[in-house]
């Protein structure tokens, strides 16, 4: 089955720690992106990547790192400088073939302890 | 300001009541996709359009480019229609051309 996976579901950071989310889809979709939701909020972009090896900057990309070495996959990192991170945040991708429409990810609620 | 506004923030309907949510954007776009999520947190592309009118099953989904205005319409709501509506414009312009910018979301509940 065709689709983007996330995990893990919940996710738990202690002060000062780094933690890393997975995206991995098999749609051969060339774009992905992450982003991040608060309760009463909109989506917030984080980061894209349109290709291989290219990522930018989304909105709210500071105190987020990724990676895309790979199509299939767009790790979010979220670090000790994110002073903020409970949230719920979601992966999506797109391709020439969808037309602009993305496919969401399940996506990962993550909490701070 | 935010550039995509929807009303209601929330909805509460009577099972087989017509439903419609309105999203008004103040941004130059190409296209507008109307999600659904549901209280898991999973998102789903219930139309994406750029014109016109588009239909699936008991929902309908209209855009004016002009007046920079979209509606989602159900009809014969049903309790499992109960969920988030988000409205998300595509940007057509510079550096975020081809991104998307989301509304705070409509939540919809359907009572039996």
């Known amino acids: 089955d065709g689709g983007i996976t996330q995990s893990p579901k919940y996710l738990f950071r202690k002060e000062g720690q780094n933690v890393t989310l997975s995206c991995e889809q098999n749609l051969n979709h060339d774009a992905m992106y992450w982003y991040r939701q608060d309760p009463g909020q909109g989506l917030r972009l984080i980061y894209y990547s349109q290709i291989v090896n290219d990522f930018q900057k989304g909105d709210i990309a500071e105190g987020y790192s990724v990676s895309r070495e790979k199509k299939e996959s767009f790790p979010l990192t979220v670090t000790s400088a994110q002073k903020n991170p409970t949230a719920f945040y979601l992966c999506?991708?797109?391709?020439?073939?969808?037309?602009?429409?993305?496919?969401f990810g399940p996506g990962t609620r993550l909490l701070v302890l | 300001k935010n550039e995509v506004e929807q009303s209601p923030q929330n909805l509460t309907a009577q099972e087989g009541e017509f439903i419609t949510i309105n999203c008004s954007y103040s941004?130059?776009?190409?296209?507008l996709h109307w999600l659904q999520q549901h209280p898991g947190g999973g998102i789903v592309s219930l139309f994406m359009?750029?014109?016109g009118k588009k239909k699936h099953g008991r929902l309908i989904a209209t855009i004016n480019i002009q007046e920079k205005h979209s509606s989602l319409h159900i009809t014969a709501s049903h309790p499992r229609d109960s969920a988030v509506y988000i409205c998300a414009p595509l940007l057509n312009y510079g550096g975020s051309q081809g991104n998307l910018i989301f509304g705070k979301g409509t939540k919809l509940s359907v009572k039996p």
């Open positions: 941004v130059g776009i190409s296209a």
């Open positions: 359009l750029s014109s």
């Open positions: 999506a991708s797109s391709g020439m073939a969808t037309g602009g429409t993305q496919y």
